[in-house]
């Protein structure tokens, strides 16, 4: 008798962090112009990345959550979506909703507290950021089970880290999916950090992805900082969903290089030895030595992009500083349609406060 308890432990790889290829491409990337447009999207993603943290160091943003170091989790996997397929992010798949269409300015209102920053004028039907840990795993099996319902060939995408693989939420949302067999791709971006929690430390499992198992759905590992692999994989998870046959969970494996959020402090809790080890993996660099290898970048290349990406997260920039904040009321605005007694109590003192200041 055989029991199936892991999937297998080997990340897929396609490009190697010496910029090599490991194995075979698959099609799409041997078109190197496509390859270039993966490789801008995570320069712009990083340049965004690295602004929002100046801003929030220097009071003009609320607390950010970076992505440095987990580029090709988002970009990757955007890349392997249809525009009408929907994405439910958690906090920080800002790779993904860039290339997605959600402009940069509307990033900076969102981690400025501003909720016209989740008012999308580009991807209309994609979620808001997720903050609660694992809560949209449902959301997005519900959203799944609707295209079924409707009979639209599209897929849910549901993006969360690894510290939420240990909650009830997705465990749950695993379980639906597999029963209904609904058009959903998890895709776990296990950074290797739960806020000062170690993966080891909160899980007996070997692999993330052999959490599928118990749902009776495919699982998989890819490498999180090769965005041709998880382009890859995300895009075969998208076919076999949109044959009718299912949700797949894809583990990503990266590193979160930076702190959890810019009120932490990792130096507290984790050693700059480990961070040292995983920075030669990371996956810019990575793509960047596999162009430059082919003939397909350069330096001149590397200068005007870095120059554009500036520029254009500085006009962004510029745009949410300039941008009226809204007035404290608006914190009541939109989540009951009934307000509750204390919270119009609170709106009176907030709008009294206001009228005192003015
Ligand atoms: C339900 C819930 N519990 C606790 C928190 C506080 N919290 C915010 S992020 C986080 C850790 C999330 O870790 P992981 O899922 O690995 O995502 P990462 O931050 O590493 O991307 C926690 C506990 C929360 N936001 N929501
Ligand atoms: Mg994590």
């Given amino acids: 008798m055989s029991i199936l308890v892991e999937t297998k432990t080997i990340a897929s790889r396609l490009i190697a962090p010496s910029g090599e290829a490991a194995a075979t491409l698959p099609d799409f990337a041997r078109d190197h112009a496509e390859l270039v447009k993966l490789y801008r999207a995570m320069v712009l993603t990083r340049t965004f990345d690295a602004k929002a943290v100046a801003l929030q160091r220097t009071g003009r943003l609320g607390t950010y959550a970076s992505s440095l170091g987990q580029e090709a989790v988002g970009v990757g996997l955007a890349a392997a979506m249809r525009p009408d397929d929907v994405l439910l992010p958690s906090f920080r798949e800002h790779g993904a909703q860039i290339w997605r269409g959600v402009s940069l300015k509307e990033l900076f209102l969102y981690w400025g507290g501003d909720e016209r920053g989740n008012d999308f004028a580009g991807p209309r039907e994609d979620f808001p950021n997720c903050v609660p840990v694992g809560s949209h795993a449902s959301h997005a099996v519900g959203v799944a089970l609707a295209f079924r319902l409707r009979g639209e060939p599209r897929a849910a995408v549901c993006v969360?880290?690894?510290?939420?693989?240990?909650?009830?939420?997705?465990?749950?949302?695993?379980?639906?999916?597999?029963?209904?067999?609904?058009?959903?791709?998890?895709?776990?971006?296990?950074?290797?950090?739960?806020?000062?929690?170690?993966?080891?430390?909160?899980?007996?499992?070997?692999?993330?992805?052999?959490?599928?198992?118990?749902?009776?759905?495919?699982?998989?590992?890819?490498?999180?900082?090769?965005?041709?692999?998880?382009?890859?994989?995300?895009?075969?998870?998208?076919?076999?969903?949109?044959?009718?046959?299912?949700?797949?969970?894809?583990?990503?494996?990266?590193?979160?290089?930076?702190?959890?959020?810019?009120?932490?402090?990792?130096?507290?809790?984790?050693?700059?030895?480990e961070v040292s080890r995983h920075w030669p993996e990371e996956p810019v660099a990575r793509l960047r030595s596999y162009l430059t290898r082919v003939g397909a970048w350069g330096r001149e290349q590397e200068e005007s992009l870095l120059h554009e990406c500036g520029q254009q997260v500085e006009r962004a920039a510029d745009d949410y500083l300039a941008e009226q904040p809204l007035p404290i009321t608006a914190l009541f605005d939109r989540t009951y349609a009934t307000m509750p007694v204390d919270l119009v109590d609170q709106l009176h003192v907030a709008t009294a406060r206001a009228a005192g200041a003015a």
């Fill in 160 to 273: 969360f880290g690894d510290g939420a693989t240990s909650k009830g939420d997705v465990a749950e949302a695993l379980n639906m999916a597999g029963t209904w067999k609904v058009p959903t791709i998890f895709v776990v971006n296990n950074n290797g950090w739960a806020i000062s929690v170690p993966v080891a430390k909160q899980t007996a499992a070997t692999t993330l992805a052999q959490k599928a198992l118990a749902a009776g759905i495919p699982g998989l590992r890819v490498d999180g900082n090769d965005v041709v692999a998880v382009r890859e994989a995300v895009g075969d998870a998208l076919a076999v969903t949109r044959r009718g046959d299912g949700p797949t969970l894809i583990e990503a494996v990266t590193y979160r290089l930076s702190d959890h959020t810019t009120a932490d402090d990792a130096g507290r809790y984790r050693n700059d030895t």
